[in-house]
């Protein structure tokens, strides 16, 4: 059974993808309220992602991704990663650059805990800022230079209002919201809404960890998927 595995935000305004094993959904989500509604009903990946159709990131399924420019996202799933031209609302996906390793992609993350695999990443409102996310570490980086920005540390310490949260330890899912500096993070059957501030400690929680089927009614009956 799962819930929400990877997440990321479309370039039309309050859409999102949800990835679940190896299957998606696509959905209108209203931050602060609960009238989401899905847009392309849950089916596998390979069918609305016909550019992904017998690799890894049709089957098993994709682990993490984000988004970047305009229509366009990179995706991982173990340690494999590619770069994807997603178009939205339609079938006619491509393959920018990949597949590849995380390491081949993304050099700066040699030899760290970031190589084999990534949980979740959000775009940050810095440039080309991406936070990622594995266990209970997460860095900065930047998607176009290729570079980190700043050390890899836990998430409790750069995130202090996720000590003594279930996302201390981990994030399953997560993506940056249409409104500004807004996150959403996902862990089990559990979310919560942050807003938060790069390189500062000013991240606030939007209410609380509640049940992701309590803020996204549209996902009952679909959570989890087996």
């Not at 609960?34 to 596998?44: G, Q």
């Not at 650059?97 to 775009?123: H, W, Y």
């Not at 409790?156 to 899912?173: C, H, Q, V, W, Y």
Request: include cysteine; hydrophobic fraction near 35%; charged fraction near 25%.
């Amino acid at each position: 059974m799962a819930y929400i595995n990877a997440a990321f935000r479309s370039s039309k305004d309050y859409e999102v993808y949800f990835f679940m094993k190896d299957k998606y959904v696509r959905l209108y989500y209203t931050p602060g309220k609960s009238d989401d509604k899905i847009l392309t009903n849950l089916r596998l990946i390979s069918s609305g992602f016909p550019s992904l159709t017998a690799s890894f990131f049709a089957e098993p399924g994709i682990d993490c991704s984000f988004d970047t420019e305009e229509s366009k996202a990179y995706v991982f799933s173990t340690k494999y990663c590619v770069y994807i031209d997603y178009a939205p609302g339609t079938t006619n996906d491509k393959i920018l650059s990949g597949p590849t390793t995380i390491a081949q992609m993304f050099p700066v993350l040699k030899n760290t805990v970031f190589e084999n695999g990534i949980d979740s990443a959000f775009r940050s409102t810095r440039g080309k800022e991406v936070y990622i996310f594995k266990g209970n570490k997460y860095v900065r980086i930047d998607y176009d230079s290729k570079q980190l920005v700043g050390t890899i540390r836990n998430i409790g310490d750069g995130f202090p209002i996720l000590k003594n949260t279930i996302f201390e330890s981990g994030i399953d899912a997560c993506f940056a919201s249409h409104e500004e500096s807004e996150a959403y993070l996902f862990k089990g059957d559990k979310y919560a809404r942050i807003k938060f501030s790069p390189g500062t400690y000013d991240d606030k929680l939007m209410g609380e960890v509640r049940p992701i089927v309590d803020g996204w009614p549209s996902l009952k009956g679909i959570l989890p998927v087996s």
